[in-house]
């Protein structure tokens, strides 16, 4: 009997213990190059609407209701969205942007979970017709959900990439 308790206080209490050691915070991001000028590249970017086409967190839920306020592209900008169970509910604002090389914006998540996080997309000529694009996400995770941190990450960076591999898709189709 012994045992069997010693053991399900394990199972419950050794992941609490060990959030107390895993990091709050945490940053992902992952690049990719775009066969397409810098300007261009970024002129798509900037406008939160065509994610769209790219991001795979906003493709989980083809039906999800959105609103928008305010002019896309440009500081202030907010996306709201409402999806099924997979894509939540919060909204997007863009925070700052830095005209022809980076855009930067603040999501706030209502569902699944209630959270900020920050993201920005980051252009950097990496020859006269091709782009580097950045993305990198950042954000905070309360205890003991912190627990989470190291496989979220792995998703994210993936996730990221899907999105970024779209959005290369979409601008070299489009020359």
Known sequence: M???????????VLP???ALFVPKEYSVRNEIVI?????????????VKN???YSKWVMTDPNMKKTFTGTDGTVGFIYAWNGNKQAG????EITGLAEGERTTTEIRFERPF??????????????????????GFTGKINYPF????????GTLT??????????KQIIENKQ
């Not at 066969?35 to 406008?47: G, H, L, R, S, T």
């Open 2 to 12: 012994e045992t069997a308790i010693i053991i399900v206080a394990a199972v419950f």
């Open 16 to 18: 609490l213990i060990i």
């Open 35 to 47: 066969n397409a000028p810098k300007q261009e590249v970024f002129d798509y970017i900037k406008m």
């Open 51 to 53: 994610q769209d086409h």
């Open 89 to 92: 509910a919060g909204e997007q």
């Open 114 to 135: 209630r959270a900020t996080g920050h993201t920005y997309m980051a252009t950097e000529a990496a020859s006269a017709h091709s782009t580097r694009v950045t993305w």
């Open 146 to 153: 912190n627990l989470m941190t190291t496989m979220m990450k």
């Open 158 to 167: 993936k996730d990221l990439g899907i999105s970024l591999n779209n959005l």
